[in-house]
Nanobody, 114 residues
Framework: QVQLVESGGGLVQAGGSLRLSCAAS????????MGWYRQAPGKQRELVAE???????NYADSVKGRFTISRGNAKNTVYLQMNGLTPEDTGVYYC????????WGQGTQVTVSS
């Protein structure tokens, strides 16, 4: 059974940084795509960033130049370095992994105060 476990969320002031981590277990295969989505209160879940097992990346326009996604050396790990955070980045951040199916983590809260 595939499980994704996120860590690294928290409370930070505007302009600060956070690094989210996600480790997947339960799969002997590498996921084709791993990434991060977020959901702000009252809004739909949206893509933040994703990276393929070949290293190709895709970012939401709102985070380009501020966030960096990367795959870890350990199989099926992914990180999201978030710099220049603004209150608009506040939300629950979910790790996602795709191969033949899509799996979601339980989410980690990121709160950016002004």
């Amino acid at each position: 059974q595939v499980q994704l476990v996120e860590s690294g969320g928290g409370l930070v002031q505007a302009g600060g940084s956070l690094r989210l981590s996600c480790a997947a277990s339960g799969s002997i295969f590498s996921f084709i795509v791993m990434g991060w989505y977020r959901q702000a209160p009252g809004k739909q879940r949206e893509l933040v960033a994703e990276v393929t097992n070949g290293g190709s990346t895709n970012y939401a326009d709102s985070v380009k130049g501020r966030f960096t996604i990367s795959r870890g050396n350990a199989k099926n790990t992914v990180y999201l370095q978030m710099n220049g955070l603004t209150p608009e980045d506040t939300g629950v951040y979910y790790c996602v992994a795709r191969r033949t199916s899509t799996w979601w983590g339980q989410g980690t809260q990121v709160t950016v105060s002004s």
